[in-house]
């Protein structure tokens, strides 16, 4: 089944432009994605990069493999923290 131009455009990358995310050239991108280093899935003949998928890998390979999630306080210990007689 093919994919319409404009589903394509909203939910997936071409292989090249989602390495050049982080640098690669178009060779290293395709042997990456021959590696499974870069998510595809394919639609006929072509290669396509989630990019859902692939912005949660980009987004971790840029954090590192040791950091951790950050989440933001929850608004009560934001008040809780400003005081009793300071309003946030």
Do not use: C
């Amino acid at each position: 089944m093919r994919l319409s131009r404009k589903l394509r455009k909203l939910h997936y990358y071409s292989v090249p432009a989602a390495g050049a995310l982080i640098g690669w050239s178009r060779s290293e991108s395709y042997r990456a994605a021959e590696r499974n280093d870069i998510p595809t899935e394919e639609d006929g003949s072509f290669l396509w990069v989630p990019k859902r998928m692939w912005d949660q890998r980009v987004a971790q390979f840029l954090r590192g493999p040791n950091a951790k999630r950050q989440s933001r306080p929850h608004k009560s210990t934001q008040a809780a923290a400003a005081g009793p007689n300071n309003t946030a």
